[in-house]
């Protein structure tokens, strides 16, 4: 079998050959020779491809389909229930498993177990950040959060879950192996994407923040007027927090395994921040008629 080197550790020599600083591929993935005759030497990294990007293109298929269904009718929980949802699991639960395994269990296995250059230093930074997101999405959020409704419909969190472990395990499998340049700290892509994920990290635990501390003053489970900074002009900024992350990190890792995760965190929340929005107007009749859904002054 072929002997995978990490260009870190050899030279820039194929890097050059890619890509310069801010355009063509920053990377090399996988040990494959597209004119070579599939044989026995090569035969895992074929499998590894064709299993990487037939996921991506699932990834995608499955965006598609989030946003049609979404667009049509709005997943029944939180201010969307209908309250005759049958086989309901602690809401809790389902959510620290859905967003636990996957993201932090499943992504670091097939990233140390399966990743050809786990410890170069950019592939850790890229594992750092992702886990960095799940960590607070699996043991801060839920301890925090004051959910609306203790139950949720079995098959709400089940397809969560299997969403996460193709996106998550595409993701991890493309950053535990990809062999990107030394130079690729300096190229404005990771720059920019980094610039993208942090603002859209501080900006989706600052708006979480505000709902928890509103939700906290109140004793009942009901819903009121979002109110503070972050909600002056749109309804939903915590959701535009994660998508300004999720595009950051696509950007940053230059990769179609993020991009297919951006498009499934747009696909879920365009469509749901419409349906928040639009709810909100129905039950305040005072509601901000200059606040927008997602976008400031455009959606």
């Known amino acids: 079998m072929a002997v995978y080197i990490c260009a870190s550790k050899v030279s820039l020599t194929k890097c050059s050959a890619q890509g310069s600083l801010g355009y063509g591929i920053p990377y090399s993935l996988f040990d494959v020779n597209d004119t070579a005759i599939v044989s026995f030497s090569r035969f895992p990294d074929e499998i590894r491809f064709w299993i990487h990007y037939g996921l991506v293109m699932l990834g995608f298929l499955l965006a598609v389909i989030t946003f049609i269904a979404q667009a049509c009718k709005p997943a029944p929980y939180g201010r969307h229930s209908t309250g005759d949802e049958q086989g309901l699991v602690p809401a809790r639960i389902a959510y620290v498993i859905t967003e636990l395994v996957p993201g932090i269990v499943l992504f670091s296995l097939t990233y140390f177990l399966a990743g050809q250059c786990r410890f170069d230093a950019i592939n850790l930074a890229f594992y750092s950040l992702f886990t960095l997101h799940y960590i607070h999405r699996s043991f801060i959020h839920p301890c925090v959060t004051r959910y609306s409704s203790s139950k949720v419909a079995m098959w709400m969190p089940i397809s969560t879950f299997i969403a996460n472990v193709i996106y998550h395990y595409v993701n991890a499998d493309f950053i535990g192996s990809v062999d990107y340049c030394q130079h690729y700290y300096y190229d404005p892509r990771f720059i920019i994407g980094l610039i993208l994920f942090a603002v859209g990290f501080v900006l989706n635990r600052a708006a979480d923040t505000q709902l928890v501390c509103m939700r906290k003053s109140r004793k009942d489970r009901e819903y009121y007027l979002p109110k503070g900074p972050l909600f002056c002009l749109i309804s939903c900024p915590n959701y535009l927090g994660e998508m300004l992350q999720w595009a950051g990190w696509a950007i940053a890792t230059w990769s ?17 921040s419409y349906a928040n929005h639009k709810w909100y107007h129905i039950k305040f009749k005072e509601y901000p008629t200059i606040r927008r859904a997602l976008i400031p002054f455009v959606f």
């Open 256 to 272: 179609l395994a993020g991009l297919v995760w951006f498009l499934f965190t747009a696909a879920t929340f365009i469509p749901r």
